[in-house]
């Protein structure tokens, strides 16, 4: 069974290196093998730990080969280390030996002596052999190969953290997500869902002093197979992406509109800080995302979100509309990098080419949806100060109708001296954001 895993796992991989995005190819073959329990498990952590760790097993790759072999067999190889770099309950043996029989699977059988030969060479080093390989390399690069990140993130994050800093976010980010959840005060009270939780064998623990937050200890399952997913109990949603509209502060009765709202993630908590009364406009140009808010609303039993399909950087529709506008402006999210394994290969600079110009379009027009005196806040989940205090210093520059607004003295996240707040997740134990709240004068 084990070794079927790991043929679904090759797949998965060999989709990914043709361009498909990782959790949608792992999300097909998930579905169509109907994978459950442990093997689901293990395709799970082949797929996206080998994704994430890339650069790392591609150096001890190059390192042992003189020259890389074919992509199925280098796929082969990088499976067959990172069990046994990464996964202690693999023993050697069992990694050594299905990485010889997978490659003899897909027909490629000429190349089990030199699978075998490197994962014996490398089961047998005493000391860790990447480090002799990298050595010779600059410091960035010597970063980039053993935490496995491109040069472009790690220079960028050099530029603002320590070394010691730097180091620890790599390996914050290399750790498989925890998931948390957000649950539904409309639906259900904490007590009633942890002892729900509880009966059905998982632990979940509160979040203070973050209202609505719960971190479940574990989860082999999918989401929907867990209690009261169904119900609209809860929400999945990282403890950092849930202050995000506690900034924003919405009020019962009030009219909000989430410029950028697909899923759903803040809109859904929106409203129910607002108790599903008054008006959420929740606006997006995909709707294929849309539809997931669609049923994230009714799921949850939310009644006061309307949907409404349009490009918001274009749209005059809400002219002094809202009382609260949000944009969780689409961004390079390198503050989630954990949860994407193969996003931290996607090429920063030139997404920020097309997200930049995006960005300050967005802001520029949803702060004209905004009353006079009412608030917008704005958010991302990246690290890169040119998608957050610099496009809010160049909004301020042309609009010298708007200022920053801090947080409430009491708001447990801090902010700079600025008064926005940039979420670093080696230092608070959460996803990377950037969120700041700004108050139109007149
Ligand atoms: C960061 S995601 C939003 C996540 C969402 N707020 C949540 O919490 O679930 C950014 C969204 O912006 C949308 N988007 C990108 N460009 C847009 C535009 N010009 N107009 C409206 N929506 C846009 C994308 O489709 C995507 O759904």
């Known amino acids: 069974m084990e070794l079927s895993a790991r043929r679904l796992a090759l797949d998965t991989l060999e989709?990914?290196?043709?361009?498909?995005?990782?959790?949608?190819?792992?999300?097909?073959?998930?579905?169509?093998?109907?994978?459950?329990?442990?093997d689901r498990t293990l395709v799970t952590e082949l797929v996206?730990?080998?994704?994430?760790?890339?650069?790392?097993?591609?150096?001890?790759?190059?390192?042992?080969?003189?020259?890389?072999?074919?992509?199925?067999?280098q796929l082969v190889l990088r499976l067959g280390l990172y069990q046994l770099r990464y996964l202690d309950r693999i023993p050697a043996h069992a990694a050594v030996h299905s990485?010889?029989?997978?490659?003899?699977?897909?027909?490629?059988?000429?190349?089990?002596?030199?699978?075998?030969?490197?994962?014996?060479?490398?089961?047998?080093?005493?000391?860790?052999?990447?480090?002799?390989?990298?050595?010779?390399?600059?410091?960035?690069?010597?970063?980039?190969?053993?935490?496995?990140?491109?040069?472009?993130?790690?220079?960028?994050?050099?530029?603002?953290?320590?070394?010691?800093?730097c180091t620890a976010l790599c390996q914050w980010f290399n750790q498989p997500p925890r998931l948390d959840l957000r649950l539904n005060p409309l639906r259900i009270t904490a007590d009633q869902l942890i002892a729900d939780f509880e009966t059905a064998g998982y632990g979940l623990q509160p979040i203070p002093p973050l209202p609505q937050g719960l971190v479940l200890s574990?989860?082999?399952?999918?989401?929907?197979?867990?209690?009261?997913?169904?119900?609209?109990?809860?929400?999945?949603?990282?403890?950092?992406?849930?202050?995000?509209?506690?900034?924003?502060?919405?009020?019962?009765?009030?009219?909000?509109?989430?410029?950028?709202?697909?899923?759903?993630?803040?809109?859904?908590?929106?409203?129910?800080?607002?108790?599903?009364?008054?008006?959420?406009?929740?606006?997006?140009r995909s709707p294929h995302r849309l539809r997931k808010l669609a049923q994230n609303r009714d799921r949850l039993g939310l009644k006061s979100i309307e949907i409404h399909i349009l490009d918001s950087a274009a749209a005059g529709d809400f002219a002094a509309v809202g009382d609260r506008v949000l944009l969780d402006a689409p961004?390079?999210?390198?503050?989630?990098?954990h949860r994407h394994a193969d996003a931290r290969w996607r090429p920063l600079k030139r997404r920020l080419g097309e997200l930049l110009p995006l960005q300050a379009q967005l802001l520029a027009t949803v702060s004209q949806w905004v009353k006079p005196y009412g608030l917008l806040v704005y958010a991302t989940c990246s690290l890169e100060p040119a998608e957050n205090e610099a496009q809010i210093q160049?909004?301020?520059?042309?609009?010298?109708?708007?200022?920053?607004?801090?947080?409430?003295?009491?708001?447990?996240?801090?902010?700079?001296?600025?008064?926005?707040?940039?979420?670093?997740p080696q230092q608070q134990d959460m996803d990377g954001f950037f969120m700041v709240r700004l108050r139109r004068d007149s």
């Open 331 to 337: 961004c390079s999210g390198t503050g989630t990098l």
């Open 218 to 284: 574990h989860c082999g399952q999918s989401m929907q197979e867990l209690p009261g997913y169904a119900a609209g109990h809860w929400s999945v949603q990282d403890r950092a992406a849930q202050w995000v509209s506690h900034l924003l502060d919405p009020q019962p009765g009030e009219v909000v509109i989430d410029a950028c709202a697909a899923p759903g993630g803040k809109t859904t908590h929106i409203a129910e800080l607002m108790e599903d009364q008054g008006r959420v406009i929740a606006c997006d």
């Open 15 to 38: 989709r990914v290196a043709k361009g498909a995005y990782a959790d949608v190819a792992l999300h097909q073959v998930l579905q169509r093998y109907a994978l459950h329990g442990s």
């Open 394 to 424: 160049q909004f301020l520059a042309h609009h010298p109708q708007w200022h920053i607004e801090p947080p409430p003295p009491n708001f447990p996240l801090k902010a700079a001296p600025e008064g926005w707040i940039t979420v670093w």
């Open 99 to 165: 990485s010889v029989e997978l490659v003899k699977q897909i027909g490629l059988e000429g190349f089990a002596k030199l699978v075998n030969g490197v994962l014996r060479r490398y089961s047998r080093c005493t000391t860790d052999p990447l480090e002799a390989f990298i050595a010779h390399l600059p410091l960035v690069s010597q970063l980039g190969c053993r935490y496995s990140f491109p040069d472009e993130l790690i220079a960028s994050w050099l530029e603002r953290l320590p070394l010691q800093e």
């Open 48 to 73: 996206y730990g080998t994704i994430r760790q890339q650069r790392t097993l591609d150096t001890l790759i190059q390192g042992f080969c003189r020259q890389l072999p074919p992509l199925p067999v």
